[in-house]
């Protein structure tokens, strides 16, 4: 098994019943990606998810994590002491104040002082709950028992963070705190699996994307790539003029695949099948055609119309 | 200084640290240790309140008796200044026992309790599943557990040592003895505590209920054996898990004569295989410990397995076949012995298969795996295996045996081949007057009855039902229990309707009244009923472990 991977599958497979959850899935996610899952209710995102982290059983299959076979007894304290595991659900105990539960934590991964204070001022700061060190847990609010919640994930400094839908029900402010965590953990070195249905929010920052559809990985691919195989290059252009001048032109440029008219406005989404050099071309060519344009900005059909193109709506 | 000790706990064993941070709140402490305190002073004023006070104008001949007094037949006697003379030292040793039964019973009852509630709560939470990630060994976390979810608890019993002590040393029980005492009860502790933890971790299934459930079994054991004396029968062993048992020796180690009497236990008849345990106090106390590390070592094997991965079952197959050994070994020492209330000598076989019964109950609870278990184990085994054989081939009788997940029957049909094998030396060490046939006849009913409810059970099992467990255990209970309720009701005693009481839980009742044709008829009967249930388990098991395709199929 190769060093370099962070995470991989051979053959997992969960089956409830007649259900098969997660069916005969490779996974294979290099160290220090931000791999997003994604995927409709249902496809299999969170049973995958939990058995990477040892939570449910596999029917069948093996997980290595950085190339070490991960099993679900106490045979591996090491395994255990790179992964951090944030479920939806993220329970917490009430009974505690954020600087203890995380100080349990930090005991329980085998942190000693006084890097222990240290590592929890460091955390808290990341997850902005410093001045919320001394309250008692159940008066915090939603947005931030899910930072606290991932500031236990992160505590031990794993080198591989399972995240299952970390940003459902947080607010816009709150998502966008949360995304700047996760890019101050990448930038740490840390590998991430992420799931989320908050596909824009992955679009920016994951590295590789995986789809999960009826149990099965259907995709597993770098982002680039993807982009690269199932997006189209979209050319917004707007003009002050007609804008049957500007869609004459456009039918007669061989590149220019089809065009779509936004309506209400003399704007029109452009589909193009040539390089940005060709693009280049096209506007050289409009303004030649003496065409008044105000607006001309090449663009990719974002991760969302590509999710949608792909059908991928099935549940298991 | 408090801190830094807390402090070091908590690196040695952030569970406690984390189970007594979470409870270490001044004023439950302080009120833990009132109520304790107010105990204790309440027990005091009872007590000093039964000694003999100056009412010589209630009694006729004008003497005053009281039990505390040293006169002739409790007469009290005045000194010079009037006071009372009172046998103290029997006064001390009223309250050194009444605060030991005290202390025994809510440190197991209450701790039972919270140990139950807290395991299963953190289990319905989800919160078990972050500790079960961390690098920390099962042993660390559910020993902080024991040692922190009773802390208001032990801070209750810590404030009543002192007046334990005292009033020990007052009554002239040697410090040592008392010190002993407390290790016998720091020992039944760890065997109660850690089997509530295995209760919580097995029953977290049962919604709500379960500590109530829990902490009333122990509430039951702990009376009940505070009543049943030594009998020389393998009930002998169920009652030694009581620390109750123990007290009598520490007490009698004060020479007060006379003193508080626990003679009704019969406690100089305990033995096991013949040896005396009973009159010599060491002995006793060391079999004791004995026991409970023996039992407490036991559990702690389910627990480990539980704790990690809750779809297990409590024990694996090779580690019950060991564990019957064990206790049928440790049953068997307490049935060799002539029971001192029966004059029959099979009485003792006949609680030695009681016992069987329950234990077989339990095995089954504790081998037979859930439906996805089952699942898992029938629709992969194919890929797990390298070659392929039939239905009988050996890698399935292996699988059987040994694997985790497959059905529990064969496993359990060895370990009564096991525990038959020790019945048999107490068949032939036993002066038996019973014909051998009907004996031989008789095990082997018994035999197939209970691979029969392990039948059931698997089946029930393998129910879709979400409930599967609480009906299983229904069922079970419901075949075991009410048989004999109703041929009680329509008064059809065993010797008038042997048949029908041979199929039972309880067919050895008949043992005398039936013939050996009559069991025969009925061994062949149960075999029947047996091999039926079992073809239907194959045909359940067949159709859950049948790929997606071959339902897709059949259903086309």
């Known amino acids: 098994m190769s060093k370099e991977l962070a995470i991989c599958t051979r053959g997992l497979t969960k089956q409830f019943d007649r259900y098969i959850a997660v069916n005969d899935v490779d996974l294979e996610i290099k160290a220090g990606e931000v791999y997003g899952l994604i995927g409709p209710n249902g496809a299999g995102k969170t049973t995958l998810i939990r058995m990477l982290a040892a939570a449910e059983e596999p029917s069948i299959g093996e997980i290595y994590i950085n190339g070490d076979r991960l099993m679900r007894d106490q045979s591996n304290p090491t395994l255990k002491q790179r992964l951090g595991y944030l479920p939806d659900d993220f329970p917490l105990y009430d009974d505690l104040t954020v600087w203890d539960y995380l100080d349990y934590f930090a005991r329980l991964y085998r942190l000693r002082e006084p890097r222990r204070s240290h590592r929890l001022y460091e955390v808290l700061e990341l997850v902005q709950l410093t001045n919320k060190r001394n309250s008692p847990i159940n008066t915090l609010s939603r947005g931030m028992k899910q930072r606290l919640s991932l500031a236990r994930t992160i505590i031990h400094e794993p080198i591989l963070l399972l995240l299952d839908e970390p940003v459902s029900g947080l607010d816009p402010i709150a998502r966008m705190q949360f995304r700047e965590i996760i890019k101050t953990l990448q930038e740490a070195g840390m590998t991430i699996l992420i799931s989320s249905h908050v596909l824009s929010d992955l679009a920016e920052l994951c590295t590789s994307v995986g789809i999960m559809e009826l149990g099965y990985l259907v995709e597993s691919a770098s982002l680039a790539e993807l982009y690269r195989r199932l997006s189209r290059q979209q050319i917004i252009i707007s003009t002050l003029g007609k804008l049957e001048a500007l869609l004459s032109e456009l039918k007669n440029y061989p590149l220019v695949e089809g065009y779509e008219v936004l309506s209400g406005t003399n704007q029109v989404r452009v589909d193009f099948g040539g390089t940005p050099e060709d693009c280049a071309r096209l506007l050289r060519s409009l303004v030649k055609a003496g065409i008044p344009l105000n607006e001309f900005h090449c663009t990719q059909e974002d991760l969302e119309s590509i999710f949608l193109k792909m059908g991928h709506k099935q549940a298991s | ?556």
């Open chain 2, 1 to 556: 200084m408090k801190l830094t000790l807390l402090d070091r706990i908590g690196d040695l064993n952030p569970q406690m640290w984390r189970e007594i941070k979470g409870r270490f709140k001044p004023r439950n402490v302080i009120i833990a240790a009132i109520i304790s305190l107010l105990g204790q002073f309440m027990m005091l004023m009872i007590a000093m309140g039964s000694l003999p006070t100056d009412d010589r104008y209630l009694s006729p001949d004008n003497k005053i008796y009281n039990k505390y007094c040293t006169g002739v037949s409790q007469e009290c006697l005045q000194d010079s200044l009037g006071n009372f003379v009172v046998n103290w030292q029997f006064w001390w040793i009223e309250i050194f026992t009444v605060l030991s039964v005290i202390g025994i019973f809510i440190l197991l009852i209450a701790g039972t309790y919270m140990l139950i509630s807290d395991l299963a709560k953190e289990e319905k939470n989800g919160t078990l599943n972050f500790i079960r990630l961390s690098p920390r060994s099962s042993q660390s976390i559910l020993l902080g557990k024991i040692l922190g979810v009773p802390f208001l608890l032990y801070v209750f019993v810590i404030s009543a040592l002192p007046l334990h002590f005292w009033a020990g040393i007052s009554a002239g029980i040697p410090l040592i003895a008392i010190l002993i005492y407390w290790a016998v009860i720091i020992a039944s502790c760890f065997f109660f505590y850690s089997g509530s933890l295995l209760f919580g971790l097995f029953s977290s299934g049962f919604s709500g209920f379960q500590p109530w459930l829990g902490s009333s079994l122990a509430l039951m054991f702990l009376w009940t054996t505070c009543f049943i004396p030594i009998s020389n029968t393998p009930a002998d062993w169920i009652t030694m898990f009581s620390p109750y048992r123990i007290l009598p020796y520490v007490v009698n180690t004060s020479l007060v004569q006379d003193s508080f009497s626990f003679s009704y236990l019969y406690l100089n008849d305990w033995q096991w295989f013949y040896l005396a345990l009973g009159n010599n106090a060491v002995a006793a106390i060391s079999f004791s410990l004995f026991n409970y590390a023996l039992w407490s070592y036991w559990i702690w094997q389910g627990l480990q397995r539980r704790f990690h991965n809750p779809s297990k079952t409590i024990l694996s197959k090779s580690q019950s076949y060991l564990l019957v050994s064990c206790i049928e070994v440790m049953a068997l020492g307490f049935a060799l012995q002539v029971s001192r209330f029966s004059y029959s000598p099979e009485n003792n076989l006949f609680i030695l298969l009681v016992l069987n019964q329950l234990l077989f109950l339990g095995l089954m609870a504790a081998l037979s795996p859930q439906r996805q278990a089952l699942q898992d184990w029938a629709r992969y085994r194919r890929e797990r295996m390298t070659n392929r054989w039939g239905f009988w081939s050996r890698d399935l009788i292996k699988d059987l045996i040994w694997a985790e997940n497959s059905p529990a029957i064969l496993a359990i049909a060895i370990n009564l081949l096991n525990s038959l094998i020790i019945l048999s030396v107490w068949i032939v060490l036993s002066p038996n007057k019973l014909n051998l046939m009907s004996i031989i006849a008789m095990l082997a009913v018994t035999m197939t009855l209970t691979l029969i409810y392990a039948t059931i059970l698997q089946l029930m099992l393998l129910m879709r039902a979400k409930r599967r467990m609480q009906w299983a255990a229904g069922v079970i209970i419901a075949l075991v229990v009410l048989p004999p309720i109703f041929l009680s009701i329509l008064s059809l005693s065993p010797a008038k309707a042997p048949l029908f009481w041979l199929f039972t839980a309880f067919p050895w009742a008949v043992v005398k009244d039936a013939s050996i044709g009559t069991i025969f008829t009925a061994f062949i009967c149960q075999l029947g009923i047996f091999a039926l249930l079992n073809g239907q388990l194959n045909r359940q098991l067949k159709v859950i472990g049948e790929s997606a395709t071959k339902a897709l199929l059949r259903e086309v």
